[in-house]
């Protein structure tokens, strides 16, 4: 995995599309937190398929990081979480 401000790659063998909105859960390092270990959640959405396939058929897609959002709380204390639109569509 590659992750930047704006985004990230990874390798799946999930079937995926680009433009479709995907939710992650990044865990950045020590070495890159400064501390403990951490965990970001994000909604994104498929910007770019890698041409060519890895070997073992998995495939690279980058994601363009659209909004952070707070990490699912136990029932009934959930944080809510607005609807984002397709893209180019204004609310």
Do not use: W
């Not at 790659?9 to 680009?18: I, K």
């Not at 058929?57 to 980058?62: A, V």
């Amino acid at each position: 995995m590659n992750i930047s401000r704006g985004g990230f790659f990874f390798v799946t063998s999930a079937p995926l599309q680009v433009g479709m909105p995907i939710e992650a859960t990044l865990t950045m390092p020590p070495e890159v937190t400064g501390g403990k270990a951490d965990e970001t959640h994000c909604r994104a959405r498929l910007v770019h398929a890698k041409a060519d396939a890895y070997s073992d058929g998995r495939m690279g897609y980058g994601a363009e990081i659209e909004m952070y959002i707070e990490p699912r709380k136990p029932a009934g204390t959930a944080a809510q979480v607005p609807h984002l639109p397709p893209r180019g569509v204004k609310p």
